[in-house]
């Protein structure tokens, strides 16, 4: 009998002893999903769907990735605001960010007309561009850690199979889930907006010739480049709006192969020394040549931003989805075309932070 009762005390001991085991494994794998080796941290998440789609049927979650430094926080607030009121899709914003500015941008979500919003943030750690980025050591300060955000899709909305990415410098004007909707070719893992689209965007780099062309950000004088074969006139394309197969992606381990072309020009320079544009997209324009699709060009009207003048009329611009303030004239910060167009979706910052500048500056950097 003695014998009896103590297997059946071990016989439970070990049954309790299994069911608290599976519970910690399962413990430890939402643990291991809510973090990675990227140093990409969730602090912030909204998930409840709105009364209006759950009466819908509305649940197919639309992924939008923006990145959120502190002094152009004000840029994608009106962002995504643009975004928020043109759809009634199941939008989900996932906002990139340093550690620094977490609380003030929760203080703008949380106190204004955006408080519903469905958003994630995530805090971008810049140790993971260490040897990936040239940086000199009297002009550390320009380095901006966000602007590659764009390179770890997969790692910032990890259970996503589609995401779009915008630049804080845009306004959308229709609805997003048509760009969402863009459609990829098979084995393409992006679709961006070709420079050569339009004929306003002929503006040559002195001694780059056209900076629209491949020539314009990389040196093809480098023995790395020319092997690649890729001819230098070739049309570039805009990395500030693009939408991404994130299944794809991760097949084709596109951010190792980013990383990789980031890391050689450590080593041997091979971006072009009068480089047009952000350095984020030489590394883009390697690893997506000729293996990307195109989305319509007016989901990407840029180059606001470039001078103060307007390049475009006003019912081009009423008729446009998405413009894009790319260039030095950010409307927040400077003289910039149709700034009153931003300045609708703008939400004025609760703690005073913000403010908007109608004057030159040189704060202000283009991306």
Same mark, same amino acid.
């Given at each position: 009998?003695?014998?009896?009762?103590?297997?059946?005390?071990?016989?439970?001991?070990?049954?309790?002893?299994?069911?608290?085991?599976?519970? %910690?494994?399962? &413990?430890?794998?939402?643990?291991?999903?809510?973090?990675?080796? %990227?140093?990409?941290?969730?602090?912030? @998440?909204?998930?409840?769907?709105?009364?209006?789609?759950?009466?819908?049927?509305?649940?197919?979650?639309?992924?939008?990735?923006? *990145?959120?430094?502190?002094?152009?926080? $004000?840029? *994608?607030?009106?962002?995504?605001?643009?975004?928020?009121?043109?759809?009634?899709?199941?939008?989900? &914003?996932?906002?990139?960010?340093?550690?620094?500015?977490?609380?003030?941008?929760?203080?703008?979500?949380?106190?204004?007309?955006?408080?519903?919003?469905?958003?994630?943030?995530?805090? @971008?750690?810049?140790?993971?561009?260490?040897?990936?980025?040239?940086?000199?050591?009297?002009?550390?300060?320009?380095?901006?850690?966000?602007?590659?955000? !764009?390179?770890?899709?997969?790692?910032?909305?990890?259970? *996503?199979?589609?995401?779009?990415?915008?630049?804080?410098?845009?306004?959308?004007?229709?609805?997003?889930?048509?760009?969402?909707?863009?459609?990829?070719?098979?084995?393409?893992?992006?679709? &961006?907006?070709?420079?050569?689209?339009?004929?306003?965007?002929?503006?040559?780099?002195?001694?780059?010739?056209?900076?629209?062309?491949?020539? $314009? @950000?990389?040196?093809?004088?480098?023995?790395?480049? !020319?092997?690649? +074969?890729?001819?230098?006139?070739?049309?570039? &394309?805009?990395?500030?709006?693009?939408? +991404?197969?994130?299944?794809?992606?991760?097949?084709?381990?596109?951010?190792?192969?980013?990383?990789?072309?980031?890391?050689?020009? #450590?080593?041997?320079?091979?971006?072009?020394?009068?480089?047009?544009?952000?350095?984020?997209?030489?590394?883009?324009?390697?690893?997506?040549?000729?293996?990307?699709?195109?989305?319509?060009?007016?989901?990407?009207? !840029?180059?606001?931003?470039?001078?103060?003048?307007?390049?475009?009329?006003?019912?081009?611009?009423?008729?446009?989805?998405?413009?894009?303030?790319?260039?030095? @004239?950010?409307?927040?910060?400077?003289?910039?075309?149709?700034?009153? #167009?931003?300045?609708?979706?703008?939400?004025?910052?609760?703690?005073?932070?913000?403010?908007?500048?109608?004057?030159?500056?040189?704060?202000?950097?283009?991306?």
């Amino acid at each position: 009998v003695n014998i009896s009762i103590l297997i059946v005390a071990v016989v439970i001991f070990l049954l309790v002893l299994h069911h608290n085991f599976l519970g %910690l494994s399962d &413990f430890l794998k939402r643990e291991l999903s809510d973090s990675n080796s %990227l140093g990409l941290q969730p602090i912030d @998440f909204i998930p409840v769907v709105p009364q209006r789609l759950a009466d819908e049927g509305t649940d197919k979650e639309i992924s939008v990735v923006i *990145a959120a430094s502190d002094e152009r926080l $004000g840029g *994608a607030i009106a962002a995504m605001n643009s975004i928020y009121h043109h759809t009634r899709s199941n939008v989900v &914003f996932h906002i990139v960010t340093l550690n620094d500015t977490v609380d003030h941008l929760r203080l703008w979500l949380s106190n204004t007309a955006l408080k519903n919003l469905r958003y994630r943030i995530l805090d @971008f750690d810049p140790c993971v561009l260490e040897g990936k980025v040239q940086v000199d050591p009297q002009k550390a300060d320009t380095l901006k850690p966000l602007t590659f955000a !764009r390179f770890y899709l997969p790692s910032l909305v990890p259970h *996503a199979e589609k995401a779009i990415y915008v630049d804080d410098d845009v306004i959308v004007q229709d609805d997003i889930l048509e760009l969402y909707n863009t459609p990829l070719k098979p084995g393409h893992a992006a679709a &961006f907006s070709d420079d050569c689209d339009s004929t306003t965007n002929k503006v040559a780099v002195r001694g780059a010739g056209n900076q629209y062309n491949y020539i $314009g @950000f990389l040196d093809y004088k480098k023995e790395t480049i !020319r092997k690649l +074969a890729m001819k230098a006139n070739t049309c570039s &394309f805009n990395p500030g709006v693009f939408v +991404a197969n994130l299944t794809e992606w991760k097949l084709q381990n596109i951010t190792k192969q980013l990383e990789k072309w980031m890391a050689l020009n #450590v080593a041997e320079e091979i971006y072009s020394r009068t480089l047009a544009g952000s350095i984020t997209t030489p590394p883009l324009l390697i690893v997506f040549y000729k293996q990307h699709s195109s989305i319509d060009p007016m989901w990407n009207v !840029r180059h606001l931003g470039s001078s103060a003048g307007k390049r475009y009329s006003p019912q081009f611009v009423k008729a446009a989805k998405l413009l894009h303030w790319n260039g030095h @004239f950010k409307p927040w910060g400077r003289t910039a075309s149709y700034a009153e #167009v931003w300045e609708k979706w703008y939400v004025p910052d609760p703690t005073g932070k913000f403010s908007l500048i109608r004057r030159h500056s040189e704060a202000y950097e283009a991306k």
